[in-house]
């Protein structure tokens, strides 16, 4: 897979906000156990924390992970923390014997200051309800936000 294009002229560092998607490797079905799902989210918060990015908003689809982050220093690096949170998930996952976790690359998105990143994270927690997993987003074990609650993301929809 060719990596996809970045903006040109745009940093990817300081206190920008971010929607990411990260895919399994062939597309795997590798976030259907809660233990690969919590060892993941582990080390991408390791990864935000080294980075000093908040993690605004997760969802762990069964072959890809959507996150929200948002730069909370002038030195976070997007390219750092997505370098360091797929290497060190991935790692875990391939010590456990489950092989490769992630396809090369990243899909990001750059959130325009006018944006709502409560509206974006709200988009990501739907994610299951929208792939027919689950007809509640509070019915899904993988999604959350370490830094809002989520009933107030989703707010009278659920």
Wanted: proline fraction near 3%.
């Amino acid at each position: 897979m060719s990596r996809p294009k970045r903006l040109k002229g745009f940093t990817y560092e300081g206190y920008a906000s971010y929607f990411l998607t990260f895919c399994v490797r062939a597309r795997r079905c590798a976030f259907v156990r809660p233990v690969v799902v919590e060892a993941t989210l582990a080390q991408f918060r390791l990864a935000a924390s080294d980075e000093q990015f908040a993690l605004l908003a997760y969802c762990f689809m069964p072959d890809h992970a959507h996150l929200l982050i948002e730069g909370l220093a002038q030195t976070s690096s997007l390219q750092r923390f997505a370098q360091a949170a797929k290497r060190r998930s991935g790692s875990v996952y391939a010590r456990r014997g489950d092989g490769a976790l992630w396809q090369e690359g990243y899909y990001e998105r750059v959130l325009r200051s006018s944006e709502d990143a409560k509206r974006i994270a709200r988009y990501i927690l739907e994610n299951p309800v929208r792939a027919r997993l689950v007809a509640s987003p509070s019915e899904y074990a993988f999604l959350g936000s370490d830094v809002w609650r989520i009933s107030d993301l989703l707010g009278s929809i659920d």
